[in-house]
């Protein structure tokens, strides 16, 4: 070959070399475009597909506060209804025995005495600077179930007995629990009956915002379905206008505070659902009426603290049922996500929003059972709507076909039995987030 010739040869190589170097880089960075916009996982429930669905309540009152029963019968009773896990949390005030030395010892006896049961340790915190008129719900991993430890919590941060307003108290309580965190487990902290007392100065709608910045992975939510059911004022709330079928405004209400947080960009919880119970008189038994239902990643305290905090729970009245699986799907989705995941989608992307129940063949009260309704509802930061409303079609309650929007959605889901001539008995899973980055 002539000089020319394998210069020409040369130059046609380079040529179809380069051409083929750019189709390459050309294919590498489509690749990488349809991996960015794929829809994935971004927060996931890292149990998903072998959890266990427990029932629970988390949030009762024994002698050492101002209830009627000691740990081990209100443990004993809450069996005989069905609670796989529950939590004696009596007031933290500075002048009883909630979460004190005795406590303790009667809670490791509840648990020797019944292995089958998760019993976290728990306290109900006077959260500052309400003066004992608004509180919390905090549930202890098994490492930090000390006296020492919830004695100096007590002191330093209960703001029942306290003078004056810290407004810097609750922050500081909060920090105190992240920093007690043993074993790679922190606490939880849920606001209980987030309205029972509107004109608090530490009331949730006014304060969980900068809190939860404050303590991302502290405080959880609220208690979106307080006790006292059987109370004459339904809840103890003495302003029944704070109730939707049974339920807190805060979460009951579409576009209400739970879906403001939600629409801010905030991870808080709010189908939490407890019985509060002191005695029978006003209440009921832990899980005779209400459950919470979490899917745990083992039978274990810190199992169950996990999914509190993972959000992998739904709450339930009269026991309508004992399933309520929110579940969204998007073509090349690894998996359906679950209630208290994030996925990460593009703008215009379709997906099916299904809810999946169980429904008991009978209620709380033995009775037939049914639900009527169901809805879904979708939160954008300036609005919420029910994007579904009808009667259930099956264990498959409903199936929703769904495009996300600019900036992405929330979406969660509600049920409901109608009772006659009363508020209805409802149901009320927690979210699936929806990001759509630009």
């Not at 039978?299 to 004992?322: P, Q």
């Not at 579904?388 to 959605?409: L, N």
Request: hydrophobic fraction near 45%; include cysteine; charge should be neutral.
């Amino acid at each position: 070959m002539g000089r020319q010739s394998r210069l020409l040869a040369v130059t046609l190589a380079a040529s179809l070399h380069g051409r083929l170097a750019a189709v390459a880089v050309a294919a590498v960075l489509s690749a990488i475009a349809c991996a960015r916009s794929a829809p994935r996982i971004a927060t996931a429930v890292e149990w998903a597909g072998r959890g266990t669905w427990i029932k629970a309540d988390f949030h009762s009152h024994s002698r050492f506060s101002d209830g009627s029963h000691t740990i081990e019968e209100i443990v004993t009773t809450a069996a005989t209804f069905g609670c796989e896990a529950v939590a004696v949390a009596d007031h933290s005030d500075g002048g009883l025995k909630g979460a004190g030395p005795e406590y303790l010892e009667a809670v490791r006896a509840a648990r020797a005495a019944h292995p089958g049961v998760i019993i976290p340790a728990a306290l109900e915190w006077n959260v500052p600077p309400g003066k004992g008129q608004e509180h919390a719900i905090v549930l202890l991993p098994t490492a930090m179930d000390n006296a020492e430890m919830l004695a100096s919590f007590k002191q330093k941060f209960d703001d029942q007995n306290k003078e004056g307003e810290n407004p810097k108290l609750a922050l500081q309580g909060l920090a105190a629990l992240a920093r007690a965190t043993r074993d790679g487990v922190a606490p939880v902290v849920f606001f209980s009956h987030p309205s029972r007392r509107p004109r608090s100065t530490s009331l949730p709608a006014s304060t969980m915002a900068r809190l939860k910045r404050a303590a991302p992975g502290i405080l959880m939510g609220v208690e979106g379905g307080p006790g006292h059911q059987k109370d004459r004022q339904l809840a103890s709330y003495p302003d029944q206008s704070f109730l939707l079928d049974r339920w807190d405004t805060v979460v009951a209400t579409p576009g209400g505070a739970w879906d403001q947080w939600l629409g801010q960009g905030l991870t808080l919880w709010g189908a939490l659902t407890n019985s509060d119970f002191h005695n029978t008189k006003d209440g009921f038994w832990p899980c005779q009426f209400s459950a919470t239902w979490i899917y745990v990643p083992e039978r274990t305290v810190e199992g169950v603290i996990r999914a509190l905090r993972a959000g992998s729970f739904f709450g339930e009245h009269g026991h309508i049922v004992s399933e309520a699986n929110l579940q969204l799907t998007f073509a090349g989705l690894s998996r359906p996500a679950m209630a208290g995941e994030t996925v990460t989608a593009a703008a215009g992307a379709n997906g099916t929003a299904t809810l999946r129940l169980t429904i008991p063949p009978v209620d709380y009260a033995g009775q037939p059972n049914r639900v009527d309704l169901v809805e879904l509802l979708a939160i954008a930061p300036a609005r919420t709507e029910i994007v579904f409303s009808g009667a259930p079609a099956g264990d498959k309650a409903f199936e929703v076909p769904i495009t996300v929007p600019p900036g992405g959605f929330v979406l969660r889901a509600r049920g409901k039995r109608n009772v006659e001539g009363g508020p209805g008995l409802m149901f009320y899973t927690n979210p699936i987030r929806v990001t759509a980055p630009a």
